[in-house]
């Protein structure tokens, strides 16, 4: 059964967050997501990827911490981060902080992960854009060592623990699943050889995400059916989002963005009804 979720893209300043989460929650909702940029360059060279206001990822509260709050007020709603950008975190302190926030949860935290695309603010947090992928697959590995193991240590190409390490138990058996929010055809490969999920859009993804999922796990011997494949961005079209549900998508995540608790409360109902439609439909 498809699971129908929120992603938070944009809020005001106060103490929003929690309220969306309480509201999702008890309009019938499965899931909550929160995005991540740690600061946006003044001065940038490239140009922006982002369909938007790039002032706006400079605005972000910190997801780990918004998501404790959310968690606070809410008792079965799933957690998430779309995305928790890796090149812009130090892999220890993340680990514990991500453990802490599975287990006050009650273990119901899902890790989004990627590299981001502002190449500066990468460079700032001393990450090369051209190893983005090769350092976040390591630091999820570094922090699944840590999640797991007793003493862990973890000795990578570009990640290495201090030895012994202590070691940040979750609440939910090998870490809360990670799930990768990206869009390029190198994509489903990494999803299949190290992450449990997938955040997908296909208005970005160049190829056919269910089709290419199912090639890289029987390339690489993964059972596809412990995957989670999710559209991003979902429609709120009645019609459009039926299809999507028909087409297999294990969760459909809506984007609600606006500039009052008002507006966004109401973003949250009307997507709500559209959920319970869908349920009933199907």
């Not at 940038?44 to 709050?69: E, I, N, S």
């Not at 812009?88 to 992960?113: F, H, I, K, N, Y």
């Not at 500066?120 to 699944?144: D, K």
Request: hydrophobic share 45%; glycine share 8%; charged share 20%.
């Amino acid at each position: 059964m498809t699971d129908f979720a929120v992603c938070l893209a944009g809020h005001p300043h106060d103490d929003t967050p929690p309220r969306i989460a309480a509201a999702a929650e008890a309009a019938g909702l499965n899931a909550l997501f929160l995005p991540e940029n740690s600061h946006v360059p003044v001065a940038r060279r490239a140009p922006d990827k982002f369909r938007g206001d790039m002032r706006l990822l400079a605005r972000f509260y910190d997801p780990l911490v918004t998501l404790a709050a959310c968690a606070a007020v809410t008792t079965r709603l799933r957690l998430g981060t779309s995305v928790s950008l890796l090149t812009q975190r130090e892999p220890l302190a993340t680990a514990r902080a991500v453990a802490s926030l599975d287990q006050l949860s009650g273990g119901r935290l899902v890790l989004g992960v990627a590299g981001g695309f502002v190449r500066e603010a990468m460079t700032h947090h001393g990450s090369r854009f051209a190893q983005r992928w090769p350092l976040v697959r390591e630091r999820v590995a570094a922090m699944r060592a840590m999640w797991c193991e007793a003493e862990p240590a973890y000795r990578g190409e570009l990640v290495t623990l201090p030895t012994p390490c202590p070691s940040f138990p979750t609440r939910q058996p090998g870490g809360p699943p990670i799930w990768i929010g990206s869009n390029s055809l190198a994509v489903p490969a990494r999803v299949a050889a190290w992450a449990d999920g997938w955040l997908v859009r296909p208005d970005l993804y160049p190829g056919d995400p269910h089709a290419d999922l199912d090639r890289a796990c029987a390339e690489q011997g993964r059972e596809r059916a412990t995957l989670t494949l999710a559209l991003m961005d979902a429609p709120s079209n009645l019609r459009a989002a039926a299809q999507a549900v028909a087409a297999g998508y294990d969760v459909l995540v809506f984007l609600v963005r606006g500039d009052s608790a008002d507006t966004l409360l109401r973003a949250v109902d009307a997507l709500a009804l559209l959920a319970a439609r869908l349920r009933a439909d199907g």
